[in-house]
């Protein structure tokens, strides 16, 4: 049974544009969910996260929850080539708070 | 600014061998994680660690893995009798008193098993 799932992309958008990026989960009771972006062969470096439904924006950054839905999103603005990676959504299970979830993540290619 | 470390960055070991994976936390973070991530797949929880004991392992985590915090900085995996299966990458995380769900993770010790 998938806990976490993303779109796995390639996502590709141009230097400039904003890059939407889509995570569902399956557990109703989950409370927590962040966004970790993870560059090729190194570790998730965490970018965000959000507890409670609507927006939560941080710099060029986004996060939006919809627990009725099961959805959480991330928005990435004036994107750069330097935000090219996997972003990785990872929800936090309803029972066993520090167990992490984690979508199969979205690869985005922003391209110059 | 503070960081999780990881040693080895590889190790290569032949089946049926333990390995030890350590890692060092940041200083003032009080629970521990390990994860791993197979190539090309998800990052999956083996464990967390708070109070020098084991306080969440998922199915993963059966006999075969153990976690200890040996002294007041170090933390540390052990894989005994290593299988095909267990090549990845292994992330150690830890998060802080208050806000332990903000996890950050170490670089990762890529496990080659042969």
């Known amino acids: 049974q998938k806990e976490v799932e993303q779109n796995s992309g390639p996502l590709s958008v141009p230097e400039g544009a904003i890059a939407s990026l889509n995570c569902t989960y399956s557990?109703?009771?989950?409370?927590?969910f962040f966004w970790y972006r993870q560059y090729s062969g190194k570790s998730p470096e965490l970018i965000m996260f959000?507890?409670?439904?609507g927006d939560k924006e941080d710099g060029r950054f986004t996060a939006q929850l919809n627990k009725a839905s099961q959805y959480v999103s991330l928005l990435i603005r004036d994107s750069q080539p330097s935000d090219s990676a996997t972003y990785l959504c990872a929800v936090s299970g309803a029972l066993r708070g520090n167990q992490f979830y984690f979508g199969t993540g979205t690869s985005l290619t922003v391209i110059p | 600014e503070p960081e999780v470390t990881q040693t080895p960055s590889h190790q290569v070991t032949q089946m049926g061998q333990e390995v030890i994976l350590r890692c060092v936390p940041i200083s003032n973070h009080l629970y521990f994680y390990w994860y791993r991530q197979i190539l090309g797949q998800k990052v999956e929880f083996l464990v967390s660690?708070?109070?020098?004991?084991?306080?969440?392992k998922s199915e993963i985590f059966d006999d075969q893995f153990s976690v200890e915090r040996p002294d007041g900085s170090n933390f540390t995996l052990k894989i005994r009798s290593t299988k095909l299966e267990d090549s990845a990458m292994y992330f150690c995380?830890?998060?802080?008193?208050?806000?332990?769900?903000?996890?950050?993770f170490g670089p990762g010790t890529r496990l080659l098993v042969l």
């Open positions: 959000i507890y409670s439904n």
């Open positions: 557990d109703r009771g989950s409370q927590s």
């Open positions: 995380a830890s998060s802080e008193p208050g806000l332990k769900e903000t996890q950050y």
């Open positions: 660690f708070y109070n020098n004991e084991i306080s969440e």
